[in-house]
């Protein structure tokens, strides 16, 4: 009997402490954006995400816009890298372009892929944590690192063995924590070390965009936030509020940003 109770005492504890450490939500404000995956989060808080007229936004952590970049040409960004606000980068795939910006939103230089660095068509590109670019080129199914000023390819790894090529979706390509990360819609994330070598799948087919926060990654998958921890692989989820069909997610210290098609939702955190 008392091995029973002390057994619900436990049980009930553990629930309570589950409660305890899930935030608590609550509506701030929602701000229209073009594209609920063309978005990015620096190292201090500020978020960057695209208007309806395909303008960059910076944003503070509050969700209010601050600053504003106007591209000259009207093609929208498809991905956004901004951790570090030293040096935003923007991939362009339908131009192939990489376009540098400094930390007043101010373009430095930019390039095109395919002229620099010998390569077809890039799906995915971002900067590596030295002066490189990964890529992704879906016709070859390799994942490749160049060196803009040596203008040559440093790193070139074929995934024609782990990957599909009729069931890929490829969605996200991004460097965190010396590893590097590729989101597939189908099958889930794949990691590779920094030199490219391929290390383990996460697998959550689904996934439209991921988003990395201290040892954690995290995503949008159904009307649930997944954090799964990088080293441990331990998994903990929050349920997120019906007012919208969330694809995507940013994470701040105290604000939550929920991203569909229709905007960007921000709520506080308690």
């Known amino acids: 009997m008392f091995i029973l109770w002390l057994s619900l005492i436990t049980q009930l504890s553990a629930h309570a ?3 305890l450490q899930a935030p608590v939500l609550t509506y701030s404000h929602t ?9 990015s989060q620096d190292r201090n808080g500020y978020l960057y995400v695209l208007d309806n ?3 960059l936004l910076r944003l503070n952590p ?10 000259q040409g009207r093609g929208r960004a498809s991905s956004i890298h901004a951790w570090n606000p030293l040096k935003i980068v923007l991939f362009y795939e339908s131009s192939q372009r990489l376009v540098l910006l400094d930390r007043f939103l101010r373009p430095v230089s930019s390039f095109d892929i395919i002229e620099i660095s010998n390569q077809t068509i890039s799906k995915l590109a971002a900067p590596a944590a030295d002066i490189g670019y990964w890529l992704f080129n879906e016709t070859t199914l390799t994942l490749s690192k160049f060196n803009p000023l040596a203008r040559g390819t440093t790193i070139e790894t074929p ?3 782990i990957l599909d ?3 890929l979706d490829m969605r996200q390509l991004r460097e965190y924590q010396n590893m590097v990360y590729l989101l597939d819609y189908n099958s889930g994330i794949l990691v590779f070390d920094n030199l490219g070598n391929y290390k383990t799948r996460y697998t959550y087919p689904g996934v439209e965009y991921m988003g990395f926060k201290d040892n954690e990654v995290y995503f949008v998958k159904g009307n649930t936030l997944y954090f799964l921890d990088l080293y441990t692989q331990k998994e903990r989820t929050i349920t997120l509020p019906m007012r919208a069909k969330y694809n995507a997610a940013l994470v ?3 604000q939550l940003y929920l991203f569909s098609t229709k ?3 921000v709520y506080t955190m308690e």
């Open 165 to 167: 090529q009729e069931q």
């Open 17 to 19: 402490q589950d409660t």
């Open 62 to 71: 509050l969700g209010h816009p601050v600053d504003t970049y106007s591209p």
């Open 53 to 55: 007229r395909l303008n």
């Open 263 to 265: 905007g960007m939702d």
């Open 159 to 161: 995934l024609n063995l």
């Open 31 to 39: 701000l229209p954006v073009s594209s609920p995956t063309s978005i």
């Open 252 to 254: 701040g210290a105290h």
